[in-house]
């Protein structure tokens, strides 16, 4: 999983500038949201139970009092106090607001002031008395009074200086009443400073989430972008194996389903994978810092949050990958039976393809519901684990607020940081958890990314000459890629230039095989295919292909208008050479018939046009093209026989310079070729014209007679 993980976060690496900005933007959003509790515990221990009294150290002390706590001060320390107070009217105020000196003063001041607080609050009983009256004949030094305070606080750990705090600022709200200053307005005035800076903290962190998850959706679908363009740039260099390897479906879900599954990585990567530790680390040193004792209940959550997820994984992540398969079988089945509707009419197999989607459905809703029911029942157990760990530092802290040893509002931040500890692990956790169906993802995107096409460019092209179109086999064997036996078994033949050569044979004989050979949708296997004397493995692909037009079997025509169609090949051809290209494939009829003529919308996949109308348009983009060679695989079939002569005709007239290359059923079709070559199990068996033909192959006679007879055939050899 690591090295997948590593995978997922190369695709980061272009995006490093948002991914540093985003970084920053989190730290801050952190920094906000663990300054929150701080404030809470400020608010309710200095706020409320302090009446807004931050420090021990008195802003106003009495002359009296002034005098008193000099008794308790070694001589440095009443030197801090003389330098850091200042006597102004009728008391003394404190000059010195600098942290390091009130500091100081607080560590100064703190003892004395508690031990003073407790010998005027004590109860006047017969103990209390005694150590009065002793400390007014000088026979118990104060300083012997501060060393055994500060033996007891130091016996009690924690509460000892829980304890000393409480006492100095009960001193110096006593003060504060004594010399009729306003506590009330302290209170109220650091109320409002602390409120106020809470609510302000809140509202950048505000601000810094919005901007981190706009950025960081901007930055995902910025790699989802790049991945789709990466995924779909790679299939077009497919070859015809690579693309039969993985199949269109396959294809499909990858290019959407998997890429979208990497978006949703991308973002948690960005907003939680670089969050969540962030945020751990900082609520750990703050319930650290607390001193609360309560530490090993954080410890106690974590280990519960990872025995969780433990058992997640190892139930969940194996079928994130049977799921990905699960929804190839879907598409492929859905696409199937979609694009064969026609024909499951035509024979009411309605009921069985409903059964085997329903099948294909079925295995993936399994799946589904497994992990839904996996994760359905890991919520609730987080939440229950939540919980206790809410009622344990309750429970517990309650005791410590109980005893002494912790403020209310400690408890308050306590639990606050507890939940952003316990929840920086939960995201961690569930990011491990959903990640994983992120990798499968992945690894299925770069099994295409890596795949190189067996159709490789030239390593060393030839010098390529002025191409005239003549094409030549020379001794070509071929077998498909997986396949045991060989399709194509020597074939020899030239295809000049301004001559049309005919293949015709029965059904998986070859024919299409041997076309493929000539665009290099295939390699060959064995001999060699070349142009004009270049063997078209040394040719650059985009420079063979820019030699060739093709009009395949299945006609196919892209969502657009007819005029887009026809000028595929080059999008800013004249309108002449379209029009003239429509006029030799014998479409102009019927498109100056149309409404919107050249400008009429086709439908995708050019469903609202006829197959007959399809063809012709099929035919009329590749003579657009003005290609050295037009390869012809069965394109007639759709036509009938006063279109199909018409078209030939056309083509032999205005195409005198083109190797055209024929494959067809119909011996109607290729009669007046130039070479007409009889396949037979991927082998040559007659070569010649028709006549000579008709002359020397009783197999080809044989065929001439099925389907023209044998009184029309001398007719229509006349004709052609």
Known sequence: MGGKLLKAFHYLKPEWRAVVLICFLLVGQAMCELALPGYTRSLVDVGVQQSGIEHPAPLYLSEDSHAELSTYLTEEQQQLMAQAYQWQEDRYVRIAHDNATITQLNDALALPMAAQYSLQHMPDNAQTLAMKALLATGLVDKQAILAK??????????????????????????????????????????????????????????????????????????????????????????????????????????????????????????????????????????????????????????????????????????????????????????????????????????????????KANLDLMRVHRFINRVFSLLMPAMGLVLNLVTLMIIWFGAKGVDMGTMQVGSLLAFISYTMQVVMAFMMIAMSAIMLPHANVATERIEEVLTTSSSIAEPAHPADLPAFTGHVRFENVSFRYPDASEDVLHSISFEAPPGQMTAIIGGTGSGKSSVLNMIPRFFDVTGGRVSIDGVDVRDIPLQTLRALIGLVPQDSVLFTGDIASNIKFADENMPDERMQEAARIAQAEEFITAKEQGYAEPIAQGGTNVSGGQKQRLSIARAIAAQPKILLFDDSFSALDYRTDRNLRQQLRTHLCDTAVIVVAQRIASVMQADRIIMLENGTITAMGTHEELLASSPAYQAIAVSQLGEQELAGKAGDA
């Open 149 to 358: 305070a500060r033996d007891m606080l130091g016996a009690q750990g924690e509460m000892g200086d829980t304890l000393l705090m409480q006492g100095a600022i009960q001193y110096t709200r006593a003060e504060y009443e004594k010399l009729g200053v306003d506590t009330g307005k302290i209170q109220r005035s650091y109320l409002w400073t602390a409120g106020l800076a809470m609510l302000g903290a809140t509202l950048l962190m505000g601000m810094l989430l919005v901007a981190s998850s706009f950025i960081s959706s901007r930055t995902s679908a910025r790699i989802s972008r790049r991945l789709r363009g990466q995924l779909f740039g790679q299939v077009l260099h497919f070859s015809t194996a690579e693309i039969n390897r993985f199949s269109t479906a396959s294809l499909i879900t990858r290019t959407t389903n998997d890429v979208q599954q990497v978006q949703q990585a991308g973002m948690m990567m960005l907003r939680v994978l670089l969050y969540a530790p962030i945020l751990g680390v900082g609520g750990i040193i703050r319930v650290a810092q607390t001193r609360s004792g309560l530490a090993w209940i954080v410890v106690v959550a974590v280990a519960s949050m990872i025995a969780l997820v433990a058992v997640t994984s190892m139930l969940a992540v194996p079928k994130f990958k049977m799921m990905q398969k699960l929804l190839d079988r879907l598409n492929l089945v859905s696409r199937e039976i979609l694009s064969g509707v026609p024909v499951i009419r035509a024979f009411t197999r309605e009921e069985y393809e409903q059964q085997r989607f329903d």
